[in-house]
């Protein structure tokens, strides 16, 4: 199996160190500053005697607390920066998708790209393309995220649970945004567009527009799609890179 990363190993690795460095360097700023201010004769020197007028008193309080503030305000900028940069690594470590936890079982003529960028703007988390065309699969949430109450789900948030769109019309809603933002681009010719639920409840039933599966039986579903004779490995390129387009256009915005 190929792979298309929405930004590369590089990039991300980049990213993480200088928002590091960004962090540390605002906290370590933020420490100096807050230590001048208050354990050093900085203040002191500030603060004019007793015997100075009033005014002048009211300025160098000024002075320090607006000092004090900033290394305050440095202080937070550089630990949120930090947890912003421990949160990307955590989700990248934890974000893999069902697709790649059996990558190693899919054919080398399958090739996964990440993070696509359709025309209306909302990402799809991954395209797989083979002789069959395209498939979109997604991993139902985990029970402490998503439900079913009766004949409709809800989804946890913090406001705690509310209603949501079922699953399975999430899945194939994005197969259609796929299918269309195909279909009213500069390909000249139609790419079969496939949906598939990854869960593990049994009880799920599959719809006419949407596939449900286990994790192991991914390489099985993708094998089991009729072969698209009119997509030839030429409109298989032309399609590859437009992809690459959607998802190189999305981490230029990004930067």
């Known amino acids: 199996m ?3 990363p929405h930004s590369g190993p590089d990039g991300h690795i980049s ?6 460095l960004a962090g540390a360097g605002l906290v370590a700023v933020g420490l100096g500053l807050a230590f001048l201010v208050i354990e050093t004769p900085l203040v002191a020197r500030l603060v004019p005697s007793p015997l100075t007028g009033s005014r002048q008193v009211t300025s160098a309080m000024l002075v320090w607390a607006l000092s004090l503030a900033a290394a305050t305000a440095l202080l937070v900028a550089g630990t949120n920066r930090l947890a912003v940069t421990v949160a990307s690594v955590r989700g990248r470590a934890a974000g893999r998708s069902a697709v790649m936890r059996v990558m190693g079982r899919l054919p080398e003529d399958i ?12 990402p799809i988390p991954e395209l797989v393309i083979g002789p069959f065309g395209v498939a979109i699969v997604h991993e139902m949430e985990s029970r402490d995220r998503l439900r079913q109450a009766g004949q409709g789900w809800e989804a946890r948030t913090r406001e705690g649970w509310v209603p949501t769109e079922p699953p399975l019309d999430a899945v194939a809603r994005d197969a259609e945004r796929v ?5 009213h681009g500069d390909l000249d010719f139609v790419v079969r567009v496939y949906a598939a639920l990854v869960a593990s409840d049994p009880t799920i039933p599959r719809s006419a527009t949407c596939a449900v599966i286990r994790v192991d039986q991914i390489p099985d579903w993708l094998a089991s799609l009729p072969r698209q004779r009119s997509f030839s490995a030429g409109r298989r390129n032309r399609l590859l890179a437009r992809i690459r387009q959607a998802g190189a256009s999305e981490a230029t915005k990004g930067r």
């Open 2 to 4: 190929q792979s298309i």
């Open 15 to 20: 990213r993480l160190v200088w928002g590091t």
């Open 111 to 122: 090739v996964v790209a990440a993070a696509v960028i359709p025309s209306d703007g909302r």
């Open 179 to 183: 299918r269309f933002w195909l279909t």
